[in-house]
């Protein structure tokens, strides 16, 4: 609302580009119809355009398909490049190291990472992982049926009940350092699940890696708890207060390339060389 307001003010004072650095774009996760739930990211979309927004400077949204939801420009930058560099001078014998996904909703992201580090790819599947597409959404539909003595409908078919198999990692996690990736790290049960059968299947160390670190609730003490034994996360979001009461998380600062998109919007230079070498699936 903070920034609704700010921007309207500065519309209502005429200025002539109103450009929002947002490095966690909230409510990105629930930018897909669940039932017949609300598409939020799209609203909150819709609010900053008629606030007066005419630019967004964000990092890595939960989904890439996001920007379409927005009537001006939208740039999306990398932490992948500041996470991997990461890897490769903090993490001791990187070269032992199998990058993992934790569901297969993350396998393209977790393939990306193993490509450009040319390591190997495992992908966790099973009962353990919750789908976003069955979280209930509070409301009951079709809604209770009256008794009428008219038409009573048509009779459609059933779909059936999803159900998952037993937890399985598709891959050879065995004697090697498994680095989890992910976008978002904020209610750490499933990546405690993971680190426990990755934990079973072998690896001897266990790392996480994600961009928005958010840790909220009791997320430092499940980490500290666990089997994972470091949790690597950008300061897009503050956390300074989780990391006091965690001492594995650590921080990995992108600031850099905030501040260098910021600068060439400023001066009106190309924003390309900041997506250098990135595809659609980074």
């Known amino acids: 609302m903070e920034l609704l307001v700010m921007a309207y003010a500065l519309k209502t004072s005429c200025a002539k580009n109103i450009i929002g650095v947002i490095p966690y774009f909230p409510y990105s996760k629930q930018c897909k119809m669940r039932k017949r739930g609300s598409i ?15 630019h967004i400077i ?43 996904a934790k569901s297969p909703a993350a396998a393209k992201r977790a393939q990306s990472y193993a490509e450009r580090l040319r390591l190997g790819l495992a992908v966790i599947h099973g009962e353990a992982q919750c789908s976003e597409s069955d ?3 509070g409301r009951h539909s079709p809604p209770c049926v009256r008794n009428t003595t008219g ?38 049960g499933d990546f405690v699940a993971a680190a426990e059968i990755l934990k079973e299947r072998g690896a001897y160390k266990i790392y996480i890696m994600a961009t928005h670190g958010l840790l909220s609730a009791d997320a430092p003490r499940l980490i500290e708890e666990s089997a994972i034994d470091e949790v690597v996360v950008t300061n897009t979001v503050p956390h300074e207060v989780q990391k006091l009461q965690c001492p594995k998380i650590k921080t990995v600062d992108v600031s850099m390339i905030l501040a260098e998109a910021i600068r060439r919007i400023h001066n009106g230079e190309s924003m390309a060389y900041l997506f250098r070498n990135i595809t659609v699936d980074d």
């Open 40 to 54: 939020v990211c799209k609203l909150l979309a819709s609010m900053l355009a008629k606030a007066g927004l005419t």
């Open 58 to 100: 964000t990092m890595d949204l939960h989904q890439k398909e996001i920007q379409g939801f927005f009537s001006f420009p939208v740039d999306n930058l990398r932490a992948s490049p500041f996470l991997i560099q990461y890897i490769q001078e903090e993490i001791p014998l990187y070269r032992n190291a199998i990058i993992v």
């Open 135 to 137: 979280m209930a959404d």
């Open 151 to 188: 038409h009573t409908g048509l009779e459609l078919p059933l779909m059936m009940a999803k159900e998952k198999p037993p937890i399985t990692v598709v891959g050879d996690v065995g004697e090697r350092i498994a680095i989890i990736v992910d976008d978002i790290i904020d209610d750490v």
